[in-house]
């Protein structure tokens, strides 16, 4: 259950715009304004230097993220 917070990152270019939403858990997703995909780490890994990419948004936990 995520509900929209805001648009984030507005540049004037919808290729950088996303929106967060913030889950009761505390965490966010953040979706790709035009794509409609969720910010994404790879293999759900928490380690330093992960790679990210956008993926489907299908709720997995590698989409939640905890913003400090």
Avoid at 11 to 31: A, C, E, F, P
């Amino acid at each position: 259950d995520y509900s929209q917070a805001q648009n984030v990152f507005n540049t004037h270019s919808i290729n950088q715009m996303w929106t967060l939403y913030q889950g009761k858990d505390r965490t966010v997703k953040l979706i790709h304004a035009k794509s409609g995909k969720a910010l994404t780490v790879d293999e759900g890994t928490s380690f330093e230097r992960a790679r990210v990419h956008i993926y489907t948004d299908n709720n997995l936990n590698s989409q939640r993220w905890r913003l400090q």
